[in-house]
């Protein structure tokens, strides 16, 4: 069994920073890749970014790219969201996931087999 736990989220004017953390603990050498999801209450959950723990090669939904950087710390088995020019429309409980093997494709809730509880981000303006 895989752990994983976000932190970072909280409370931030529009325009600016932050950045989430997701460690995972337990049986680490399972994940394949792990990735970042958002939700807002009423919406299906959106897949932001992914990271492969081994090579680091990364995945961005076509929304994010630009102001959303993915990076992993394989020492600390921890992955990190940075988000920059953070807008209110950014407001949403990020959660990290993590998959076990490369074939299942990428961004699809389906294919991420261990979930955490989720961070909350709010961007006000």
């Known amino acids: 069994q895989v752990r994983l736990v976000e932190s970072g989220g909280g409370l931030v004017q529009a325009g600016g920073s932050l950045r989430l953390s997701c460690a995972a603990s337990?049986?680490?050498?399972?994940?394949?890749?792990m990735g970042w999801f958002r939700q807002v209450p009423g919406k299906e959950r959106e897949f932001a970014a992914d990271?492969?723990?081994?090579?680091?090669?990364?995945i961005y939904a076509d929304s994010m790219k630009g102001r959303f950087t993915i990076s992993r710390d394989t020492v600390k088995n921890t992955v990190y969201l940075q988000i920059d020019s953070l807008e209110p429309e950014d407001t949403a409980v990020y959660y990290c996931?993590?998959?076990?093997?490369?074939?299942?494709?990428?961004?699809?809730?389906?294919?991420?087999?261990?979930w955490g509880q989720g961070t909350q981000v709010t961007v006000s303006t």
């Open positions: 996931a993590a998959r076990t093997d490369s074939y299942r494709a990428t961004g699809r809730t389906t294919s991420y087999v261990y």
């Open positions: 337990g049986h680490t050498f399972s994940i394949y890749a």
């Open positions: 990271i492969a723990l081994s090579r680091g090669n990364t």
